[in-house]
């Protein structure tokens, strides 16, 4: 496996990101070592709020809810996902599966040896930290889900796939500029371009262009079945599971439903709407930060 890493200076002086970066190696099954980087920031002896990126974003997602959580008292960790942000990014499409990577985050995750966790997942954030409560449900202790799903073959919305065919066609995929178009507020110039500060050319973006077709949206597609093998296991997850997806996402509209309906942690839960586009993060910051702090509040 060919792996390239993105130069540190791409990571310099960006707006809002004052964070030291941490890193774990992580080993693939064809014996290839992989460096992931994740911010770890707060109190070390407290319990983690996980925070779970996805496509084609970065830990970069998360730069404001960080601190908001900090401040509270909370020890935070954003991962980036192989192939995103200062993580290493495999060369060749072929090497990124869903599998892979459900299997690169569950090595890091044991590394670290999280437990009593809160996760907050978006996009494949949740299709990857979903598969990893499914796996460790006993390291989780509450959910936050918002505009992400864990499909399982039965198709998805128009909007997903009008992006699936715009991600697999466009010859240069403008990274900070697809973020920025999933936001309901505009994006200054520099925010766009910490987005793209991943991705020095198109070689890097591999990982980037792989993932929407990755969605197991078909009975065809891979992972289907671990999908729902995982949902077997939410099915019984009684611990909180509180869903928060945006007014503003066309791609995830409604995905809320199937949690509240199956995951039995769901009932009863204060489920919110917030105010944003697919990349909630970018515009209800404060407001995210404070579900999850009230969310660990009560679970104490």
Same mark, same amino acid.
């Given at each position: 496996?060919? *792996?390239? #890493?993105?130069?540190?200076?791409?990571?310099?002086?960006?707006? =809002?990101?004052?964070?030291?970066?941490?890193?774990?190696?992580?080993?693939?099954?064809?014996?290839?070592?992989? #460096?992931?980087?994740?911010?770890?920031?707060?109190?070390?002896?407290?319990?983690?709020?996980?925070?779970?990126?996805?496509?084609?974003?970065?830990?970069?997602?998360?730069?404001?809810?960080?601190?908001?959580? %900090?401040?509270?008292?909370? #020890?935070?960790?954003?991962?980036?996902?192989?192939?995103?942000?200062?993580?290493?990014?495999?060369?060749?499409?072929?090497?990124?599966?869903?599998? #892979?990577? &459900?299997?690169?985050?569950?090595?890091?995750?044991?590394?670290?040896?999280?437990?009593?966790?809160?996760?907050?997942?978006?996009?494949?954030?949740?299709?990857?930290?979903?598969?990893?409560?499914?796996?460790?449900? =006993?390291?989780? @202790?509450?959910?936050? %889900?918002?505009?992400?799903?864990?499909?399982?073959?039965?198709?998805?919305?128009?909007?997903?796939?009008?992006?699936?065919?715009?991600?697999?066609? *466009?010859?240069?995929?403008?990274?900070?500029?697809? &973020? /920025?178009?999933?936001?309901?507020?505009?994006?200054?110039?520099?925010?766009?371009?910490?987005?793209?500060?991943?991705?020095?050319?198109?070689?890097?973006?591999?990982?980037?262009?792989?993932?929407?077709?990755? *969605?197991?949206?078909?009975?065809?597609?891979?992972?289907?079945?671990?999908?729902? @093998?995982?949902?077997?296991?939410?099915?019984?997850?009684?611990?909180?599971?509180?869903?928060?997806?945006?007014?503003?996402?066309?791609?995830?509209?409604?995905?809320?439903?199937?949690?509240?309906?199956?995951?039995?942690?769901? $009932?009863?839960?204060?489920? *919110?709407?917030?105010?944003?586009?697919?990349?909630?993060?970018?515009?209800?910051?404060?407001?995210?930060?404070?579900?999850?702090?009230? %969310?660990?509040? $009560? /679970?104490?």
């Amino acid at each position: 496996m060919q *792996v390239l #890493r993105t130069p540190d200076d791409r990571f310099e002086n960006l707006p =809002e990101w004052p964070f030291a970066p941490h890193y774990v190696a992580i080993k693939d099954a064809d014996g290839t070592t992989l #460096r992931l980087h994740y911010v770890d920031e707060g109190p070390r002896d407290a319990a983690p709020v996980l925070l779970m990126h996805g496509e084609p974003s970065w830990a970069y997602l998360y730069r404001r809810i960080i601190p908001a959580l %900090v401040a509270k008292g909370h #020890r935070v960790i954003a991962p980036d996902l192989i192939g995103f942000g200062r993580s290493d990014k495999p060369a060749s499409r072929a090497d990124y599966t869903y599998e #892979r990577h &459900v299997a690169w985050m569950s090595d890091w995750l044991t590394q670290l040896d999280l437990r009593g966790v809160t996760l907050f997942c978006q996009d494949w954030g949740g299709l990857i930290g979903l598969r990893l409560v499914a796996a460790f449900p =006993e390291r989780f @202790a509450a959910l936050v %889900v918002a505009n992400t799903g864990l499909p399982t073959g039965s198709g998805f919305s128009e909007a997903f796939n009008a992006w699936l065919a715009f991600s697999q066609s *466009v010859p240069q995929l403008p990274v900070g500029m697809i &973020v /920025n178009g999933g936001c309901a507020r505009d994006l200054s110039p520099a925010e766009i371009a910490a987005y793209d500060a991943p991705f020095p050319d198109e070689t890097y973006k591999e990982g980037a262009r792989q993932f929407p077709a990755l *969605v197991p949206i078909t009975p065809q597609h891979a992972s289907v079945a671990e999908n729902i @093998a995982a949902w077997a296991v939410l099915e019984a997850f009684d611990k909180p599971v509180v869903t928060a997806f945006s007014d503003g996402d066309p791609v995830t509209k409604g995905g809320e439903a199937i949690f509240q309906s199956r995951v039995p942690g769901a $009932k009863g839960q204060p489920h *919110v709407t917030l105010s944003g586009g697919h990349f909630l993060q970018e515009d209800s910051p404060q407001a995210i930060s404070d579900l999850i702090d009230a %969310v660990i509040q $009560k /679970n104490r």
